[in-house]
């Protein structure tokens, strides 16, 4: 796990990355509207449901969460969520579709690329973590596979679905659909 993942970690691409996400995030946010377009309605949205199988109560970290759409939806079912991004752009739209929806979400900039960020959201914290169109995204997905064992509480298995994402805890256990 604290190895190199050879052609999926490209740290120095973060900070570019971070600006195009900061430039874009409005139109994105508009594209997409409340309750997401058809990509999410057949697909993300389904997938993620199924493979988190979030049971009311449960403590879950969304990552990547954009202007959190997806987070309101598991906070709609019952969840507690948080959602982390590490655009500044995101997370003021996402303070404002929460006003406006009254959805109670713990919203925090975190670089999904940095180990020390994750892992102060709190050790074995989180249920289920799910990354809807996230880990391509990502410059550099080691620091997120070292962290999630950590956040996850333990007992859980890691299910990760490229595109739209689902994860629980257990350190060895990983099923992929690319
Ligand atoms: C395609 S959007 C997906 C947003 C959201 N999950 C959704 O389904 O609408 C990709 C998101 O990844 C975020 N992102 C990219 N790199 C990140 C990083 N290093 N840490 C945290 N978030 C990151 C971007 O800011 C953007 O919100």
Redesign the pocket.
């Known amino acids: 796990m604290t190895e190199k993942i050879v052609g999926l970690d490209n740290p120095e691409l973060?900070q570019e990355?971070?600006d195009i996400?900061d430039r874009i995030?409005g139109p994105?946010d508009e594209d997409?509207g409340p309750d997401g377009n058809q990509h999410?309605a057949y697909i993300?949205d389904p997938v993620t449901d199924r493979l988190l199988d979030l049971k009311q109560g449960e403590t879950v970290l969304?990552?990547?969460?954009?202007?959190g759409?997806?987070a309101r939806r598991m906070a709609e079912y019952g969840a507690n969520v948080v959602g982390?991004?590490?655009?500044a752009e995101?997370l003021n739209l996402v303070r404002t579709n929460s006003k406006r929806t009254g959805v109670d979400i713990d919203f925090k900039r975190?670089?999904?690329?940095d180990f020390d960020q994750l892992i102060a959201l709190g050790d074995e914290r989180f249920d289920a973590a799910n990354?809807?169109?996230?880990l391509v995204?990502?410059?550099s997905i080691t620091p997120l596979a070292r962290a999630l064992p950590e956040l996850i509480k333990p007992g859980r298995p890691i299910r990760v679905f490229r595109g739209a994402s689902g994860v629980r805890q257990g350190k060895c256990q990983a099923e992929y659909r690319g």
Request: glycine share 6%; charged share 10%; hydrophobic share 50%.
């Open positions: 973060n990355a971070n996400w995030a994105w997409f999410n993300t969304d990552i990547a969460c954009g202007a759409r997806y982390v991004d590490q655009s995101f975190v670089d999904a690329t990354c809807i169109m996230g995204n990502v410059a």
